[in-house]
Structures are given as structure tokens and as C-alpha cells.
């Protein structure tokens, strides 16, 4: 599940960075590096567990599939907090900046 749900948010973000026009100052590809990055580690994690497993790991328990999910959903909070934490560092639309001016 963890690789499906990184796969699933890394096309997600790759349409919206291709669809974007603004892709370079919302940093969109930032967050496709997270996402496919994310979804590569989980394919080499699948596959090493694969060939400890064999033909059960495709029969994950229920505990285990509810725990993929929750670690899946996880990483993709994370990633998502990293991009925005990065786009209020940089402000690419200077909005926290004029924030600031206007409240001092």
C-alpha cells in the first residue's frame, strides 16, 4: 500500500507540474522529487521484501495492510509539510513577505 499510495500522490503532482503554468515558482517539481524519490525507496523495499517473502507477499494480513496505509498517508503528509515549508521559506509570490510589512 505504501508504494501505491506514494505512486498514486507522484502522478498526482507530475500532472499538476506539467499542467501548471506557474511550476517554477510554486515549485511543484520539489514535490514530485519527494513523491517519486518516496515511491522508489518503496519499490526497492517491495522488492526486497518479495524475495524474503515469495508468493506471500501478496496476501499482506489485514493489521499489515491497515499499517501500510497509515505509513503510506504518513509519508505523504510529510512530503507535503516539506514542500510548504519550503515555498514559505522562499515566498515565490512574496505574500509572507507583504504580510509582514503591512503588519509592522
Request: charged share 15%; with cysteine; proline share 2%.
Amino acid at each position: 500500500m505504501t508504494l501505491l499510495i506514494t505512486v498514486f500522490a507522484a502522478v498526482a503532482a507530475t500532472a499538476l507540474w506539467y499542467g501548471s503554468d506557474s511550476r517554477h515558482q510554486m515549485k511543484w517539481g520539489t514535490l514530485c522529487w519527494l513523491f517519486w524519490g518516496a515511491s522508489l525507496m518503496w519499490l526497492v523495499d517491495a522488492i526486497f521484501e518479495y524475495r524474503e517473502l515469495g508468493a506471500s507477499f501478496f496476501v499482506p494480513d489485514f493489521e499489515s495492510l491497515v499499517n501500510d496505509t497509515f505509513l503510506g498517508l504518513s509519508v505523504v503528509a510529510l512530503a507535503l509539510v516539506i514542500w510548504i515549508v519550503n515555498l514559505l521559506i522562499t515566498d515565490p509570490k512574496h505574500v509572507v513577505r507583504n504580510e509582514l510589512i503591512h503588519k509592522s
